[in-house]
């Protein structure tokens, strides 16, 4: 197979654009993030810690072709036996390894991104922990989607990278999105880019704020799959406004649901109480007319379908745009 490439920078300067909506969201996080008492880092809630981290393994296995359910993560982070595709099995264990690590992890350091990929990958690629030393690329059925940069310079490539990342004054939660798409790009590994990826950016985030180390933030990269690939597919190495404004969206949405959950009031009840009794006056009735009907935002209807349906009391049969609810 021929490998065309492109020609490499070798210094990383990343150039974006920093606009009112970028600035905006950067606020609204740091904002939020501060309403978090810093007893709470551990949570007080061990359970929803754990919780948590379980969805953050799934889901990001998940946007890799991992069929496991949720509930079957967690039968194997809890030791119970789960009847599965060995691999997939296997990549729930190198995850939890690798996301157990979290603490003691220095992502400015080019060892320790090494030993995470290591304990990631174990038993699942030939060389863990090691940089490519072969050619790859990101396919869509037969169609090159990305051409990563040729093997010989991943390590220049990831060592200019982490230099960048050690240095920049720039806010964690821009750099996380900046290293997240260079990561992604430079591609360095044969296989456990994506999950390697995102465990990165999350891992730059807890050094700014703990709380960022058991966020589910990839539950709704998942929940949003195909915008996360478009975002880095249209951002590209020179511009990746795009993709940081994705992010910076999804992050305010997981920090936005962790707050709400730690901030337990009546009116949590009243929500759920108050879908429920939509849906079964109006099966087909959309979210933007929940929220209407409630006197709330769109967003917060759906984090409320969201963790409604992970309860067990809805379901949704059929498609988001001619499907329905049922109340189970």
């Known amino acids: 197979m021929m490998f ?22 950067v606020s609204d996080i ?5 309403r978090i008492p810093d007893n709470d880092a551990p949570p007080r809630d061990l359970r929803l810690r754990r919780n948590n981290r379980i969805r953050s393994i799934q889901s990001s296995l998940a946007i890799e072709g991992n069929t496991l359910s949720l509930e079957e993560v967690t039968d194997i982070v809890e030791g119970r036996r789960v009847l599965g595709n060995p691999r997939e099995i296997g990549e729930v264990k190198g995850a939890v390894r690798a996301y157990d690590m979290i603490e003691s992890l220095d992502p400015y350091l080019s060892e320790d991104l090494l030993r995470a990929h290591a304990e ?33 310079d991943v390590p220049v490539l ?8 050690k240095n920049s004054d720039i806010h964690p939660l821009i750099k996380g999105c900046l290293f997240h798409c260079r990561f992604e790009y430079i ?30 933030i990839e539950t709704l990269i998942k929940l949003n799959q195909r915008e996360y690939y478009k975002a880095l597919a ?3 190495k020179d511009n990746v406004s795009l993709f940081i404004k994705f992010m910076l969206r999804i992050t305010l949405a997981a920090v936005d649901e962790y707050v709400d959950e730690i901030s337990f009031h009546p009116k949590t009840l009243d929500i ?3 879908i429920l009794r939509n849906i079964s006056n109006n099966p087909r009735i959309t979210s933007a007319e929940m929220a209407k009907a409630l ?3 769109d967003r917060t209807v759906k984090r409320y379908i969201r963790s409604t349906t992970e309860k067990g009391l809805i379901k949704r049969e059929g498609s988001d745009k001619s499907g329905h609810w049922k109340v189970l």
């Open 4 to 25: 065309l490439h492109s020609p490499i920078e070798m210094t990383y300067r990343p150039e974006f654009e920093i606009d009112n909506e970028i600035l905006t969201l």
């Open 30 to 34: 740091a904002v939020l993030v501060d």
């Open 120 to 152: 990631m990958m174990a038993g699942l690629v030939d060389s863990p922990g090691e940089f490519r030393d072969c050619e790859v690329g990101v396919y869509k059925g037969n169609v090159p989607v990305h051409i990563a940069p040729d093997s010989e």
């Open 158 to 165: 990831m060592s200019d990278l982490i230099d960048w990342a």
């Open 187 to 216: 591609h360095p590994f044969v296989d456990g880019n994506g999950r390697v990826g995102r465990l990165w950016h999350t891992l730059i985030l807890s050094k700014w704020k703990r709380v960022f180390s058991y966020l589910p």
């Open 234 to 236: 249209e951002s590209d």
């Open 272 to 274: 759920e109480a108050s």
């Open 295 to 297: 006197g709330v935002s």
